[in-house]
């Protein structure tokens, strides 16, 4: 149980004379299992916090409060979140994908509900059984993100590899009944959840609206380290423009803004992207669905009002075969205010994960140094290619040592802003 290392004077918990050294046990009689009980009650105005002295005495304190006024305690690491193992195989699994010797933790995979609300992470809630979802309810946990990929139950169970998956809908019947707001993700296998398959999962899917607020469609992920996983068939263009269809007129038939097909599929289709409206509030973008709108309509903005400046400079901007279309249409759009400055799109082959990886995400610092030579003094690459917090690739090298490598300023950009960034700091005279 997290001991408490500090009280605040002005909380809830100073009133009720707690102290440093005490323990929280519990909320209402319910066992303290990690900081979103904490969370919770502390939103909450009516409710029993039971307590354990560091003398060893065990105390139930009534707490009647306004929502905005604190307990107001800090605890020691005991009670974080540890994140639950995933107990699936699914036939798609990226991490079964990588290539050996990469860092112990890229290893791990997580199948959390609590990381699903905490931080939007994926679950398929084979993890999820009546305690856990009696705890999803009492402290409405939501939204929450779930990966479905198909509605019927056998080919459920053979894509995730676990019985427990053909209970999905019945779970998330019980969640949607009790006001659970879920946002879902298809991962399209071709020839094995499209087609039919996929029409029943959208259909039934949209029977639990407006619990289930949003779907997204997106394409298997294909490396070239499957060694003895099932044979998959990466989604070509043809199977692009039949997913994209189906799914489309779907969509239109549930009013629109319900189920989106990622950017990938109409880059992989060769097909336009829809317009920026149509994304709605982008609950789906972390899926890849409307980031290009959403980097272009960044470029737009950024451009509004700019003077035209007349300085020379140099940069190039990094990216996968997937996007280096897009980019360059972008890259058009900021030439013209900045005629003197030379702009370079360096589109990456994957080699480490396999050429069938298009995307920038998944670009490590390894290829970028096979592949780019005599770079210019600034180079722009995307913040989807570096771990979440940090300056790293996924194959370990920083961008400090990229740096190094290339000899370049590496200017990281998290959107279409920042390429307007990057010409403003190529052509120093004109920041």
Do not use: W
Request: proline letters at 3%; a negative charge.
């Amino acid at each position: 149980m997290p001991k408490i290392v500090k009280v605040d004077e002005n909380g809830i918990a100073a009133e009720l004379g707690f102290e440093v050294g005490d323990e929280i046990i519990g909320f209402d009689g319910h066992p303290y299992e990690d900081v979103l009980d904490y969370i919770f009650y502390d939103e909450a105005e009516k409710f029993t916090i039971n307590v354990r002295t560091k003398d060893g005495e065990t105390v139930d304190c009534e707490v009647e409060k306004l929502p905005e006024e604190k307990i107001g305690v800090e605890f020691d690491d005991d009670g974080q979140l540890v994140p639950i193992r995933c107990r699936n195989k699914c036939v798609f699994c990226f991490v079964d994908q990588l290539p050996k010797g990469m860092r112990d933790t890229l290893y791990v995979k997580d199948d959390d509900y609590r990381l699903s609300f905490v931080s939007g992470n994926y679950v398929t809630l084979t993890n999820v059984f009546d305690k856990e979802i009696e705890r999803i309810l009492r402290l409405h946990l939501s939204p929450l993100y779930v990966s479905v990929h198909c509605f019927d139950g056998a080919r459920k169970t053979e894509m995730v590899a676990n019985p427990e998956g053909a209970k999905l809908f019945d779970k998330m019947k019980i969640l949607a009944a009790h006001g659970i707001v879920m946002h879902t993700q298809i991962v399209l296998c071709k020839g094995i959840n499209d087609g039919e398959i996929l029409g029943e999962t959208l259909k039934e899917l949209a029977k639990l609206r407006p619990q289930v607020a949003s779907i997204a469609i997106v394409p298997v992920g294909l490396t070239e380290h499957r060694e003895k996983l099932k044979k998959l068939d990466a989604i070509d263009e043809k199977t692009a423009r039949e997913v994209i269809a189906a799914v489309e007129k779907f969509d239109k038939e549930q009013g629109g803004g319900f189920a989106y097909c990622s950017d990938e599929f109409y880059l992989k289709a060769d097909l336009p992207l829809p317009d920026y409206e149509s994304y709605g509030d982008f609950s789906q973008i972390e899926n890849g669905v409307g980031l290009v709108r959403t980097f272009e309509r960044e470029v737009d903005e950024s451009l509004k009002g700019l003077e035209i400046c007349e300085a020379e400079g140099e940069v190039a901007f990094v990216t996968g075969q997937s996007f280096k279309g897009e980019l360059a249409k972008c890259v058009d759009k900021v030439r013209p205010y900045f005629p003197n400055c030379s702009f370079r799109i360096v589109d990456v082959y994957n080699d480490f994960f396999g050429r069938s990886i298009t995307v920038a995400g998944l670009i490590t610092a390894t290829d970028i140094i096979a592949q780019a030579k005599d770079m210019p003094a600034y180079t722009v690459i995307p913040s989807t290619m570096l771990r979440e917090f940090t300056h790293t690739f996924l194959d370990g090298i920083s961008v400090e040592e990229l740096e190094k490598k290339l000899n370049t300023k590496i200017i990281v950009s998290a959107g279409g802003a920042d390429l307007v960034r990057a010409a403003k700091e190529a052509t120093r005279s004109c920041r």
